[in-house]
């Protein structure tokens, strides 16, 4: 199969990445051939080799929404760059002779890519993870591909029933045939702790993601500042030009700066920085599609305490598998955090039902299902793609 994504690990800046790499892994090694066409956009920093198993093609452009730090190209040089990943595609889909071409994140791309998906005669599957058919046609700089909703061509996957509803309501297009399967937790980097021990509390908290506003990053600064003054927030994650000096600045005027660190890891270190933490703060403000962190967290034996907010809602639970409070409400993240701290039945309960959640949502469940799907698009055996 071919599988086109704007990003592939190493160079990746999000879940979604993470994700359809998790997936295409697991094909491959069960002895699927696997072809990934996908940017040669790199993210600062990151020196790491390719992965082993599939056959990397780093040819295509991303024309906005580059890792932070890396240059795109001139809005006049776009007409030429497209052309030039048209062909790129075109051959690709000639060389590889796909049985089923796997779309998973085009947005950064030419939508002029997906329209060509779209008139191919081979099958093709969207596994759609984040709200590229809205932003995308007002983000693309592509003269000739106009503004209209994009086309998720062929069977389309959401990884939540929210995302679904949100890109519906977006697009005005619906999606009768879709169906949702939800991401998973890779239990090679972060192997589920079946019997979590509780750790001493030691007012540790952690945000591992984008540092963005409508991930609730200030939000959690301003929770910081409520509660005891041994409380330290360590803040992991990648941030767009002037994210990181925002927080600094509102740590500063809250008096909180000495106790507040911002820093990237790669997702190798995140493990770590999970069982570090007393807790793991999801405080995200906006139709999340999903939300992976919570579950890395929830595997290696870290309480978590999140907004629920979009589809993060369908698999946390309050006082189950989490604590959850309303979305930008400061006061309320303060104090669940505290209900964590002076309440060790409650941490007990929690991180036994995160350790059974996260065994639940796995990443080989994820690969399985979607093999499925795959499959039956292209209408053959799952072990003939």
């Known amino acids: 199969m071919l599988a086109l994504s704007s990003l592939y690990p190493p160079h990746a800046i999000g879940g979604y990445e993470n994700a359809c790499h998790d997936v295409l892994s697991r094909w491959a090694a069960g002895g699927h051939h696997v072809a990934v066409l996908t940017s040669a956009a790199r993210v600062p920093g990151v020196v790491a080799p390719d992965p082993p198993g599939t056959c990397l093609r780093r040819e295509l452009t991303l024309l906005y929404g ?20 048209l062909w790129s595609l075109r051959r690709a889909l000639r060389e590889v002779r796909p049985d089923v071409v796997s779309l998973w994140h085009p947005g950064g791309f030419s939508l002029a890519l997906v329209y060509l998906l779209a008139h191919q005669r081979v099958p093709v599957v ?5 709200h590229w058919p809205v932003y995308a046609p007002a983000a693309d700089p592509t003269p000739f591909v106009g503004r209209r909703a994009a086309p998720v061509p062929g069977r389309v996957v959401f990884c939540s029933a929210a995302l679904r509803h949100v890109v519906e309501a977006g697009t005005g297009l619906t999606f009768p045939d879709s169906s949702v399967v939800w991401l998973g937790v890779d239990h090679i980097a972060f192997p589920v702790d079946v019997a979590p021990d509780e750790r001493p509390w030691r007012w540790r908290l952690l945000y591992a993601g984008r540092l963005s506003p409508e991930k609730g990053v200030q939000t959690a600064v301003r929770a910081l500042a409520l509660l005891p003054p041994e409380t330290t927030l360590d803040l992991v994650g990648w941030g767009e030009s002037g994210a990181r000096a925002d927080l600094e600045d509102l740590a500063a005027s809250l008096g909180v700066a000495d106790r507040l660190t911002i820093t990237a890891r790669s997702r190798s270190e995140l493990a770590s920085c999970y069982q570090q933490a007393d807790a ?18 929830m595997a290696v034996g870290t309480p978590v305490v999140a907004t629920g907010a979009g589809g993060s809602g369908e698999y946390l639970r309050d006082r189950e598998n989490c604590l959850v409070y309303p979305p930008g409400d400061a006061v309320a993240l303060a ?16 991180l036994s039902g995160g350790s059974e959640t996260a065994a639940a949502l796995s990443t080989d469940r994820l690969a399985a299902e979607l093999l499925d799907v795959h499959a039956e698009a292209a209408g053959v055996p799952s072990s003939m793609v």
């Open 280 to 297: 793991l703060l999801f405080p995200s403000e906006w139709q999340e599609p999903f939300g992976i962190v919570p579950l890395e967290a």
């Open 126 to 130: 969207s596994v759609v993870c984040d």
């Open 66 to 85: 580059g890792p932070p730090g890396s240059s795109l190209p001139r809005r006049q040089r776009v007409p030429p760059i497209v052309v030039r990943d």
């Open 335 to 350: 104090e669940a955090v505290s209900a964590l701290a002076n309440d060790a039945p409650l941490r007990s309960a929690i």
